[in-house]
């Protein structure tokens, strides 16, 4: 487990072999025993499993080949990870030291993104270690947010904290430049005013971040990629023809003509992986379009308004399991949960490998503590099921 977080950090590879591996132990040590009864105390496992089970239920009706249809389900697998991550952290001991791994690879991420802004490195080398910006963007807002909570709620090592909270504010805003990344830091700062706050204190706290943002956004050489955003997104709704190359024209193109092919089959959508196909179809003169960068989006033209119920559901049923944890683990979840709803308005988040991968990790992390203790209970409460799972 802990070299699997290592890994989803630094090599696409290696999380393949390494989430097989694991796979591979959890069918070996008889862990398939337990789905129903892990599934029975955490909805948002079984939310998780019933949308990979119309996934492949869709690919009866997609538009793309059965092996396009099958590719992208594959994709999507990463779903089955609360499953098979959880029984392998149900000790407080396994799940402290998979989060010290967590924070080392997030922190040598950071280092890594300094020594390439400063030269220390090769281009190319810091290019292969490090993830694309948008996903480094939310690896280190993650980190901020767990940053400023070790600063309000540990004595200790505050300086250490202090120190990464600053190079973390600076990498999101100077040298990693990924806009996904500074939004998600903006909202779990907000959440973290609402979390340890009164309201008032809070709403303060609140105002004086978005007067900092606003500073920066107007004052800053450093500012120019949240402009070219707002300006792009301006001239889109203008119907500038020379906004659909941009970045973000380029994405709201395909906002516009995914909600088009959404409207054609709004309830039950074009199958898993047929998004491609029915966009051709209407659209032949446009470049083609692979996935829109919107997860909702995404999931409701493959799986229509049925599935993105599903979708929402799974990501509502986390956020009310997060309720019944412990203060520390309530508020990272909360904060995990954010980031994902966040990243997947302008990001296909759960479908891409990293990101879909280090999210789903995360979630089952943090959540794990609660469902352990109760498929423990339940399962010592029948004596044909094993308490140690």
């Given amino acids: 487990m802990p070299f699997f977080i290592i890994a989803i950090h630094f090599s696409t590879a290696a999380t393949l072999v390494l989430s097989i591996f694991i796979a591979l132990l959890w069918l070996a040590s008889g862990q398939i025993k337990y789905t129903i009864l892990i599934a029975r105390q955490a909805p948002m496992i079984l939310f998780a499993l019933l949308l990979l089970a119309y996934m492949l239920f869709s690919i009866s009706y997609s538009l793309a080949p059965y092996p396009e249809a099958f590719a992208t389900l594959s994709k999507y697998r990463k779903l089955l ?5 959880i029984p392998f952290l149900n000790t407080d001991h396994q799940r402290k030291r998979c989060e010290n791994f967590l924070l080392a690879a997030l922190i040598t991420s950071l280092i890594i993104a300094f020594a390439g802004f400063f030269d220390l490195l090769p281009s190319d080398l810091s290019e292969l270690l490090l993830k694309n ?8 807002a993650f980190l901020g947010f767990f940053c400023i909570h070790q600063l309000y ?9 202090a120190s990464v909270l600053i ?4 990498n999101l805003f ?3 430049d990924g806009r996904t990344g500074q939004l998600a830091f903006l909202l779990l700062s907000a959440l973290f005013f609402l979390q340890v706050f009164s309201f008032r204190t809070a709403l303060i706290f609140g105002v004086t971040t978005i007067a900092a943002f606003t500073l920066f956004l107007l004052f800053s050489p450093y500012a120019e990629r949240l402009h070219e955003g707002i300006d792009q997104s301006i001239s889109f709704y203008h119907n500038d023809p020379s906004v659909g190359d941009t970045s973000m024209g380029l994405r709201l193109t395909w906002w516009n003509s995914t909600l088009t092919i959404i409207q054609q089959s709004p309830w039950l959508g074009d199958g898993i992986g047929g998004l491609p196909y029915k966009f051709h179809e209407i659209f032949p003169n446009l470049s083609q379009m692979v996935n829109p960068h919107n997860e909702y989006l995404l999931i409701t033209a493959q799986l229509g308004l049925l599935g993105l119920f599903m979708f929402l559901a799974f990501l509502a049923s986390i956020l009310r399991h997060a309720t019944h944890l412990a203060q520390t683990q ?4 909360q904060g995990i949960w954010l980031s994902f709803v966040a990243s997947c308005f302008f990001n296909s988040s759960l479908l891409d490998h990293t990101e879909g991968h280090w999210f789903i990790t995360l979630i089952a992390l943090y959540s794990a503590p609660l469902i352990t203790s109760k498929a423990c209970l339940a399962s010592s409460s029948s004596p044909k099921m094993n308490p140690n799972i």
């Fill in 174 to 176: 100077i040298v990693a």
């Fill in 81 to 85: 990870l609360l499953l098979v991550l």
């Fill in 330 to 333: 309530r508020w990272l979840l």
């Fill in 153 to 161: 709620g540990n004595k200790s090592y505050r300086l250490l904290w």
């Fill in 133 to 140: 910006h948008i996903t480094h963007s939310l690896f280190m």
């Fill in 167 to 170: 190079l973390v504010v600076v």
